[in-house]
Each structure stands twice: as C-alpha cells, then as structure tokens.
C-alpha cells in the first residue's frame, strides 16, 4: 500500500500502539529533567552527528527553547535516551541545565526499535546505519526479516537490500554513508 503524496507512511501495526510517534502522547506529562541525568541511548543507531547541524539546532534551543520532549526511560542513576539525541545534544551545547522529557518503561527491544523507526520515519539515517541498525534488531532480538519488516513499517524486501549493504567492502560501504554512491 503505497502512502498519498504529503502522508507520512504508518508505523507497523505491533509497533503502532507502543509508539505512536517519539513524541509526547496525549495526556502523557512532560517533565523537566536534568541533562547530566540522561545518558546517551546505547542503541542509537546514528553513529554520526552533523557539528555543523547541531550547532544551528543548539542556536535555535537558545532562542525558543526544546521544542518537542526528548523520550526517556528510566535507569540506575537517571536516565537513559530513547528519542532524541540531537534535541539532547543541541541542548548542551545551548547551555540548558534541564530539558522537557516524557518518560516511558520500554525494554531494550523496545527502546531500539522507537529509536531505528523514529530515524528511518525521518529518513535521516545513512543507507549503512539503518542496514546496521536493522541487523542489530535481527541478531539481538532474534527476529526475522518479515518480523523486523512489519515492526518498522518497511517491507521484507526492503530489509532484506538494506542488509545487502553490509556485504560490501568497507570502500564501497564508506561511499555509500557519505552519499557519493547511491542506493538506486
């Protein structure tokens, strides 16, 4: 089923209910927590953040503040990331002591798979960190490719080309994270 021109693509329906969007549902609170609380997430599949993009983000969270939450879960000692991480990053470079967060109980499956599909629903990952994100999910979690498929609203074969990248030479891999060679 393809999506009309300007409509986002769904969420696949297991993951529909547990994550809306990364963002704060209706009647969920926003709370204020400390930034040196909140760790980074250890399954955050962007490996490479753009200086020069979050410099400009950091800027904007000086003028008019974080705009949207940052999705936490609780952990030993605070917290830990589950969306956001630019949001988080920018905020520390802007200067802030506490950001807006909601906090949700997630498992490890479920803290990697909100942070791949709030990415992949960007399109912001490169070709190689969505194929290395999704091979963690498989391998980790014990998925298969239509499970994984269904879960992150793609379809099997496309999973099944991303995960194609990584047999590439690490040459081959480099140009294509750097977007000198295409995916088509």
């Known amino acids: 089923m393809k999506a009309k021109k300007g409509e986002k693509r769904g969420l696949g329906k297991g993951l529909e209910a547990l994550i809306p969007a990364a963002q704060a549902r209706e009647g969920e609170p926003v709370q204020e927590i ?16 753009d200086e020069e993009k979050l410099a400009e983000l950091a800027e904007s969270v000086r003028v008019h503040g974080v705009l949207q939450p940052v999705v936490v879960r609780a952990v ?27 906090i949700r109980e997630l498992s490890d499956g479920e803290m990697m798979e909100v942070a791949l599909i709030e990415n992949i629903q960007r399109e912001d990952l490169n070709p190689l960190e969505e194929a290395e994100a999704l091979q963690r999910l498989l391998t ?15 379809s099997r074969s496309h999973i099944a080309n991303m995960l194609r990248l990584l047999n590439l030479t690490d040459e081959v891999q480099n140009n294509v994270s750097r977007g000198t060679i295409s995916m088509g």
Do not use: H, M
């Not at 298969?144 to 793609?154: F, H, M, S």
């Open 34 to 49: 400390g930034i040196e609380e909140i760790r980074p997430n250890s399954f955050q599949p962007r490996r490479i953040f």
């Open 140 to 154: 980790e979690f014990g998925l298969t490719q239509e499970e994984l498929a269904q879960r992150v609203g793609k």
């Open 76 to 102: 030993i000692g605070g917290y830990e990331l589950v969306a956001g991480e630019r949001r988080w990053r920018a905020a520390q470079l802007a200067g802030l002591s506490s950001i807006p967060a909601v």
